[in-house]
């Protein structure tokens, strides 16, 4: 799964990055980013990318309740074409979740120690995502899910299960407004290569949501 991420970038870093045409209102860098928070977040509108916020935590439209987010941090992305809450979405609300690492614990008998995970070759990346809007007696919702899949070969001693980061390469395509059917996007997840990889241990500060600064990156030496 993917349960806590970072974003330390500054915005004119980001705004290059993934070539986005206006500022980011409200952004703000975040070394403890948790589900319910609102998270950043890239579409494509049918004319250009966009960048804004949207809350971590999927509410389908069809949702009766909107605390159903807190159980749809993540979605499996073997299934997510067939599956009620994310097929729809697979089709015609993706979206690009911008981040530097992702946090993961890996379990040592009884204890679980959390690390930091990077990508060797470059900093910023996106991981895929779906998103949908909720409304309910005049409130409005915008949320979003991270795809995840089976864990490489890298990953596979930390947890079983890993976000999945699009290439820098397939990131338009991953969020193109050209029609594409929930099969063909399950199709485009399966075909991405897999990069190099980093980690390394941090303290169980991180644990806390609460705690936002520089002790949650900090090395454990």
Known sequence: MCGRYTLLADEAEILRE???PCPIDGYQPSYNIAPGQQILAIINDGKEK??????????PSWASDEKVGYKMINARSETAHEKPSFKRLMAR??????????????????????????????????????????????????????LT??????????????????????????????????????????????????????????NSAKNNDAKCIAPIV
């Open 50 to 59: 966009r960048a804004g916020y949207l809350s971590w935590g999927l509410v």
């Open 149 to 206: 899949k089976a864990a490489n070969d890298f990953m596979e001693d930390i947890h079983h299960r890993m976000p999945i980061i699009l290439p820098k390469d397939r990131e338009d395509a991953w969020i193109t407004a050209d029609k594409q059917t929930p099969e063909e996007a399950h199709r485009f997840l399966e075909t991405l290569k897999i990069e190099r990889m980093q980690a390394y241990d941090v303290a169980s500060y991180v």
């Open 93 to 146: 609300k993706r979206c690009l979740i911008v981040a530097d690492s992702f946090y993961e614990w890996q379990r040592y008998g009884d204890q679980k120690q959390p690390k930091r995970i990077r990508l060797a070759d470059r900093e910023l990346f996106a991981f895929a995502g779906l998103w949908d809007k909720w409304e309910f007696k005049g409130k409005k919702l915008f949320t979003c899910t991270i």
């Open 18 to 20: 993934f070539d986005i």
